[in-house]
């Protein structure tokens, strides 16, 4: 089992939809969860953290996480042509203070 | 201010020679990561630095790779006897500190390309 598991994708939404995109982390002990999204030929860019159990908003973005379910997802409302990326969950654990360990990430591509 | 860089952005070399990746930190962060990632992959941690010394270096594959940070800002991925199997895009990340949760956002380079023919 992956230690941070995303479908691949793509995921393809009609612009102006809601996105939504899933990720299960198997380490118990972690602490802190991030959603990074990724053009093509780009670096990683952060777009949300989370470290509690619930919803956190930021704009259009929405993080949720429920650690007993061991289950964090981002909502992407109002989506735009310009969120079509490659969106990566990345998870931080106790075990591991430095190490962040990312998921393959889901291929999002936003239909006009 | 200045984000996090890295040189070469490409780097084309022959199986069996050595390579080096430079990565310069935003300034005043103390943290610095090498990933690597593969096409269709997400980034793989290899090293951590907090300051000059390598905190966790528990993802380096093998031998072959070493890094160094010897004044706690500039980094350099040092890869020996380059194979086939190294091509990926190495990407550096920089945060302020490592420990705490507000502060600990890793910002990402633009990543260097490495081929081996």
């Known amino acids: 089992q992956k230690e941070v598991e995303q479908n691949s994708g793509p995921l393809s939404v009609p612009e102006g939809a809601i996105a939504s995109l899933n990720c299960t982390y198997s380490?118990?002990?972690?602490?802190?969860f991030f959603w990074y999204r990724q053009y093509s030929g780009k670096s990683p860019e952060l777009i949300m953290s989370?470290?509690?159990?619930g919803d956190k908003e930021d704009g259009r973005f929405t993080a949720q996480l429920n650690k007993a379910s061991q289950y964090v997802s981002l909502l992407i409302r109002d989506s735009q042509p310009s969120d079509s990326a490659t969106y990566l969950c990345?998870?931080?654990?106790?075990?591991?203070?430095?190490?962040?360990?990312f998921g393959s990430g889901t291929r999002l591509s936003i239909r006009p | 201010g200045a984000g996090v860089s890295q040189t070469p952005s490409n780097k084309v070399t022959e199986k069996g020679k050595y390579v080096e990746l430079r990565c310069d930190p935003i300034?005043?962060?103390?943290?610095l990561y090498w990933y690597r990632q593969s096409l269709g992959q997400g980034p793989e941690f290899l090293i951590y630095?907090?300051?000059?010394?390598?905190?966790?270096d528990s993802g380096l594959p093998n031998d072959r790779f070493f890094a160094v940070r010897p004044e706690g800002s500039v980094s350099t991925l040092k890869i020996q006897r380059t194979e086939r199997g190294d091509s990926a895009v190495y990407l550096c990340a920089s945060s302020r500190t490592s420990g705490g949760t507000a502060t600990d956002t890793q910002y990402f380079g633009p990543g260097t390309r490495l081929t081996v023919l």
């Open positions: 630095f907090q300051g000059t010394g390598a905190a966790d």
């Open positions: 380490d118990r002990g972690s602490q802190s």
């Open positions: 990345a998870v931080k654990s106790y075990s591991s203070a430095s190490k962040i360990i």
């Open positions: 989370i470290y509690s159990n």
């Open positions: 300034s005043g962060h103390t943290a």
